[in-house]
């Protein structure tokens, strides 16, 4: 195998020059080329700092993923509410509105409508519907007003019976035993046996 020489493999790596530049077009071509990739990674490193800067920003005023999608989708909607696109389309739809709304097809439709609606309000059968739904509302209503006062009614008479009476008085007689057992159990801890009503003396030293 042939070693191939340094110059011979540079210039085979070369892509062929367009044809009319000279050698000196060519290569002044190439620097510039070479310029301005450099340029270019150069203001992506910068790009790339100023995002994580913009990151950092936000984390600590809080700001979340969301808030920026938001913000994005809002300026996008007012980019296209400002567009030449959009106020053409919107122009062009009023337009629209407009010659039809003033159509007599239009008229003569909303003119029928109208007329159904009144014939329907004004029919006997939708009067009758009506008149028994109120009725069917208000019957409800007096039912659970009934219920109510029933209920009532029945706690009453629970408690004002034989039964609810002797269950109270039981609870209350529970009630003074237990009371009275803890009065008496609190005495005898103040005062035991042997005692009696003689202060203890204190020994202590001043």
Not at 12 to 26: I, M, S, V, Y
Not at 89 to 101: A, D, H, I, M
């Amino acid at each position: 195998m042939t070693d191939v020489p340094v110059e011979g493999a540079a210039a085979a790596a070369r892509a062929p020059a367009f044809e009319g530049l000279t050698p000196a077009e060519e290569e002044e071509l190439r620097t510039e080329l070479a310029k301005v990739e450099e340029e270019i990674g150069t203001l992506r490193q910068v790009l790339a700092a100023k995002e994580r800067h913009c990151g950092e920003l936000k984390r600590k005023l809080g700001l979340t993923p969301f808030d920026g999608l938001k913000q994005n989708l809002s300026k996008s909607w007012h980019d296209v509410q400002v567009s030449t696109a959009y106020m053409k389309t919107s122009e062009t739809l009023g337009e629209w509105n407009e010659k039809v709304t003033r159509s007599d097809l239009y008229r003569s439709a909303s003119s029928t409508l109208e007329d159904w609606n009144e014939k329907l309000t004004q029919s006997e059968a939708y009067k009758k519907t009506q008149e028994t739904l109120s009725q069917a509302g208000q019957k409800t209503s007096a039912a659970l007003s009934n219920v109510g006062s029933a209920i009532s009614r029945k706690f009453g008479d629970m408690r004002n019976s034989a039964t609810f009476k002797s269950f109270e008085d039981r609870v209350g007689t529970i009630k003074s035993r237990v009371v009275g057992s803890r009065e008496n159990s609190t005495d005898g801890l103040h005062s035991p046996t042997g005692v009696g009503d003689k202060p203890p003396q204190d020994n202590a030293p001043f």
